[in-house]
């Protein structure tokens, strides 16, 4: 599979949508930043109106802990969205460049070459996360919030690195969509719906049995509704992503491809 | 030994037959040119040897060895399979070595000397994106060669080329093939085809409608001499007296198809000649593939 994967690094070079990405994903930090910004300064809260409203609703105070929960949720919201955007390039690019044929008649197995884009994808959402973190500390520096105790940056770290995990798992059946769909707007549609369903199905109260909605309720996205996921969420969840991953595979070994 | 056998293979969508009953053997150096027109089941029967598409009837097999999902032998073929398009952002050499890991090759001179045997160097560096139509067949062709493969499947390979490059193109596959290379292709350039193939397979609505070798062809092309004098109708009547049976076709031409006659056209205009009829133009006039075509499959 190394010499897979070696192809879909090569395949990645000057594409814009890597920066795209990181662009996109990092204004969570920038807009948590703000809020810190805004939360910090007593004059710039009476100025800020609705966004200063905003951020007292949700209870966020100018320190690292209000921060930290805010890039989690930003994983688990935006991540669902940004994942499923990259997931959505790196299988369905090769229907959109035409050039899906090409892989399908090759000494390295076609199993082995889905296995290298998924690799790519939980690789590339990673270093994602891991960017918005140092964006994130950055900020945080800039902004000179009060320092922050070790026991609570563990405890974000681990929620936030599990809240990645939960999130880039759910990725599976987009890269299905996506070479079922044979290009980019088949997954890029299935995102946009999973993600409106999962804010809907999240505010009935429901969301802990929709595995889209689980990321955001386990980052603390939905407040106390945290507490309503059990086993049965997680499985859901983790049974939602192998089954998108052996349809995948499945479909990419087995149907006819006639593109 | 056969390198492509197909047995009665066949591919429905719905009930219309893209590929009906096809049995083809390709033997190895074997160059098979197989033709139809837009739709017939060209690209069908192409992507069901390369394994792209399972037929619904019918055995296939490359190399001796059934075609299935576990079919291994994917460094002994090279392909191209319609439009040759590649990664748009990555240059002539980085879209190369994406299929050089893909092929799990070690030997980079490959790299080079397909760069060189396809006339890439100048464009080497250059994205896929920015290249002529041509060139970016070269780039397919260069993909389906890199690895020097015993059997080349190529849809429509001279699509694009200008005419030096169908020239490079045609040479090289007949270099290929006489190093024991097999090369199955399918274009809509009949010319090109009859230039290359060793044996010819016409396909008609998914059915295989003939197949025949070059010498097979060349004697089924209509071959007449086409004679235009300065009386035709004396001229006529003179070579009906001698035995020679001639009509004036739909140019006002003379016509004659009698083997004696197209074997010796120089005795036609001998005896034209001295009976008074010298011939203005006297040609053998040889059918080519492309009305050959049109023929069989009207």
Not at chain 1, 122 to 134: A, E, G, Q, R
């Amino acid at each position: 599979m190394k010499q897979a994967f070696i192809a879909e690094l090569l395949k990645i070079r000057h594409a814009k949508i890597v920066w795209v990405t990181f662009i996109a994903f990092s204004l969570a930090p920038i807009m948590g930043g703000v809020f810190m910004l805004i939360l910090n300064d007593p004059v710039a809260i009476e100025n800020a109106g609705a966004l200063s409203a905003k951020a007292q609703m949700m209870n966020f105070s100018a320190n690292w802990n209000s921060y930290l929960e805010i890039l989690t949720q930003a994983v688990a919201v935006g991540g669902v969205l940004i994942f499923g955007f990259v997931a959505s390039w790196i299988f369905g690019r090769e229907y959109s460049d035409d050039t899906a044929k090409d892989l399908l008649a090759l000494p390295t197995s076609r199993i082995k070459i889905l296995n290298a884009k998924y690799s790519l994808y939980v690789i590339w959402c990673f270093v994602l996360t891991v960017s918005n973190l140092v964006v994130g500390a950055l900020i945080g520096l800039l902004l000179q919030l009060p320092a922050p105790t070790t026991d609570l940056i563990t405890a974000h770290a681990t929620n936030y690195f599990l809240t990645t995990v939960l999130t880039v798992i759910i990725g599976t059946p987009v890269a299905f969509m996506a070479i079922w769909s044979k290009g980019y707007l088949g997954p890029l549609g299935f995102v946009a719906l999973a993600l409106v369903f999962s804010q809907i199905i999240a505010a009935t109260g429901f969301g802990y049995y929709f595995p889209w909605s689980v990321p955001g309720l386990f980052s603390g996205a939905g407040g106390e509704y945290k507490e309503q996921l059990d086993t049965y969420s997680y499985l859901i969840l983790i049974l939602t992503s192998v089954l998108g991953y052996i349809a995948t595979v499945s479909y990419w070994r087995y149907a006819d491809q006639e593109k | 030994m056969e390198i492509i056998k197909t047995e009665s293979l066949s591919k429905f969508y719905g009930v219309t037959p893209a590929s009906d009953n096809i049995s083809i053997h390709v033997n190895e150096g074997e160059i098979y040119g197989f033709i139809g027109l837009n739709g017939a089941g060209k690209t069908t029967l192409i992507r069901m040897l390369l394994g792209m598409i399972k037929p619904d009837e019918g055995e296939l097999s490359l190399f001796g060895k059934k075609m299935n999902p576990r079919f291994n032998l994917w460094n002994n073929v090279g392909y191209l399979v319609e439009t040759p398009n590649s990664y748009p952002n990555l240059s002539v050499v980085e879209n190369l070595k994406v299929y050089y890991h893909l092929r799990q090759l070690n030997d980079l001179s490959l790299l080079e000397s397909i760069i060189q045997d396809l006339k890439l160097v100048k464009y080497k560096n250059v994205k896929a994106k920015h290249l002529s139509l041509g060139n970016k067949q070269r780039l397919g062709l260069a993909k389906a060669l890199m690895h020097r493969p015993q059997l080349l499947i190529l849809d429509e390979p001279i699509n694009g080329l200008d005419p030096e490059g169908i020239v490079e193109v045609r040479e090289l596959l007949k270099k290929l093939a006489r190093n024991g290379s097999t090369i199955f292709l399918s274009s809509h350039i009949l010319g090109e085809v009859s230039k290359i193939a060793n044996r010819i397979g016409i396909i008609r609505n998914g059915k295989l409608i003939k197949e025949l070798t070059n010498q097979e062809l060349s004697e089924q092309l209509i071959k007449k001499v086409v004679v235009q004098t300065t009386d035709n109708t004396a001229a006529i009547k003179y070579l009906s007296s001698n035995n020679y049976a001639a009509v004036i076709n739909d140019e006002n031409e003379i016509e004659l198809n009698e083997k004696k006659a197209i074997l010796q056209p120089e005795n036609l205009s001998r005896i034209l000649t001295e009976a008074g009829f010298p011939p203005k133009q006297l040609y053998l006039f040889t059918e080519d593939l492309e009305m050959y075509f049109l023929r069989n499959i009207r």
